[in-house]
């Protein structure tokens, strides 16, 4: 099985422009954490009830291009966040700043 996303095809295209993210601001902290709560819910119901199938389907992730959804599970949705993470702690260490796990 294949599935793609609705993203324009573009070669190494951000889903949005640059300029989005540096706008996006959270103004109801609350609601937001009960929207994660839900998203995580739903992620282990699909987990706990998902087919080994779904694992081995093949998707189109832009721009890294098409694996399984359990690769796209490691590489994106565990490692690509604490990447960031530790590039936000390196520079806060360039700056001089804290580090922001204590």
């Known amino acids: 099985m294949r599935t793609s996303s ?3 095809r573009r070669p190494r295209a951000p889903a ?3 300029r989005t993210p ?3 601001r959270i103004n109801d902290v609350p609601l937001f954490r ?3 709560a839900k998203v995580w819910a739903g992620t282990e119901r699909l987990f706990a009830s998902a087919s080994p199938d779904l ?3 093949v998707v189109t992730v832009k721009p890294l ?3 399984s959804v359990v690769q796209c599970l490691g590489q994106v949705g565990l490692t690509h966040g604490m ?3 530790g590039e936000i702690e390196l520079a806060r260490t360039l700056v ?3 580090p922001l796990g204590g």
């Open 6 to 8: 609705a993203c324009p």
């Open 83 to 85: 990447t960031h993470l």
């Open 65 to 67: 291009g098409e694996m």
């Open 55 to 57: 694992f081995d389907t």
């Open 96 to 98: 001089g700043a804290k």
């Open 22 to 24: 540096t706008r996006l």
């Open 34 to 36: 009960e929207y994660v």
């Open 16 to 18: 949005c422009p640059r």
